[in-house]
């Protein structure tokens, strides 16, 4: 099936030349947790794409005078010359290579910038990886003109899928599914599609602050994360429920179910945590001030029938959803109660997004 995304045809591209897009993270609202190879989700996921978190990536290409048999590219990260990225680009490439074939005959220097503090804990692989993979594709367009969307943004979200996995449901908007699903029409393992079923307006627009409760460096890597999902004692069962979550997150969206909505999403990030809680060896990534704030929005729901909710990635950072109506309330509640579980009290307000962005 992969196949498909090998060039038939290699047409000319200019012998030098440069391309920018912006592209943003995501937050998953079921999440991916457990693959196989190469870089396959054991479940489907689904997220809604941010907005204000994003990368922007200045990929510039000159072609190779004499051709060799190496990578040749410069990493730039906020200005600096970055060698620290290096090798994960290098593995992505090795990944890539067979569908863009012709990443080793240009020499390339990749500049990035997030709108994000630098190491804040808000996972960048998701926007970075999408950003040069949307780059390539670019490249590759102006190669093969006859390339339709679709089968871009097919390709573009496969490629950013072997940078990082949750990459892949970075370049569109505003809700995506990524992995086989057979109420989600054309869902596949391979690459993200935008969920085009119904979805009532309370979830239109909405609103995603991130806290920054913890900004260091995890512990343990989303990479050893997943890997532990092999051989763990209630993997198949999640994997399962996952499926199914699906299937209800398709139906409340399209009933405008709210209540299920934060049941199902809360619970969500709860498991998350659980299978690492649960794994061998057993880890945490949450924090006490992860649960501090867990609590705090508990309490606010109960005293304000708030339709405010939480859900975690693989850290100790909150991600609070919340509709567009209540905007002004929630970060009021974010200011006042929530900011002192912040590190130095950041916090980052966010909303869904429709996805990458051409730049130049
Ligand atoms: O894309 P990765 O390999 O960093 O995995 C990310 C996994 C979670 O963020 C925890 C969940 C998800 O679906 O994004």
Not at 19 to 36: C, D, E, F, H, M
Not at 184 to 190: A, E, F, R, T, W
Not at 239 to 249: H, L, P, V
Not at 280 to 303: A, C, G, Q, S
Request: hydrophobic residues 35%; negative net charge; proline residues 4%.
């Amino acid at each position: 099936m992969e196949q498909i995304f090998i060039p038939k045809t290699v047409g000319t591209v200019k012998e030098s030349g440069t391309v920018t897009w912006q592209t943003p993270s995501n937050i998953a609202l079921v999440k991916y947790w457990g693959k196989r190879n190469p870089q396959l989700p054991e479940n489907t996921s689904v997220s809604f794409t941010l907005s204000n978190c994003h990368t922007k990536t200045t990929l510039s290409y000159n072609k190779k005078q004499q051709s060799n048999d190496n990578f040749d590219f410069d990493v730039v990260f906020e200005g600096k010359i970055n060698e620290a990225f290096k090798p994960k680009i290098e593995t992505f490439f090795k990944r890539i290579e067979a569908y863009v074939p012709f990443l080793k005959e240009y020499t390339f220097v990749i500049e990035s910038q997030n709108s994000f503090p630098h190491s804040s804990g808000i996972a960048s692989s998701a926007s970075g990886m999408s950003a040069i993979a949307m780059c390539l594709m670019s490249m590759e367009k102006e190669m093969n003109p006859t390339l339709t969307e679709e089968e871009f943004y097919h390709k573009a979200s496969f490629l950013a899928r072997l940078g990082s996995g949750s990459a892949c449901r970075s370049v569109k908007g505003e809700i995506v599914v990524w992995g086989a699903h057979p109420e989600i029409n054309g869902s596949s393992d391979l690459y993200g599609v935008e969920f085009k079923d119904a979805v009532a307006p309370i979830f239109q627009n909405y609103q995603d602050t991130i806290l920054l409760v913890d900004k260091g460096e995890k512990q343990v890597s989303s990479t050893v994360g997943h890997d532990l999902m092999h051989g763990h004692p209630f993997s198949q069962q999640r994997f399962a429920q996952a499926q199914e979550n699906i299937s209800k997150i398709k139906d409340i969206f399209a009933k405008g179910a709210i209540d299920d909505f934060i049941a199902l999403v809360e619970s969500e990030a709860l498991t998350l945590h659980a299978m690492m809680m649960t794994s061998h060896p057993y880890f945490i990534l949450m924090k006490p001030n992860t649960l501090e704030v867990i609590n705090k929005v508990w309490d606010y729901r109960k005293e304000t029938g708030s339709k405010l909710c939480f859900t975690l990635d693989a850290g100790a950072n909150v991600h609070l959803l919340y509709p567009k109506s209540e905007k002004e309330t929630v970060q009021l509640f974010i200011k006042q109660d929530l900011a002192v579980f912040c590190k130095n009290g950041e916090y980052i307000h966010d909303q869904v997004g429709m996805g990458a962005n051409k730049l130049t």
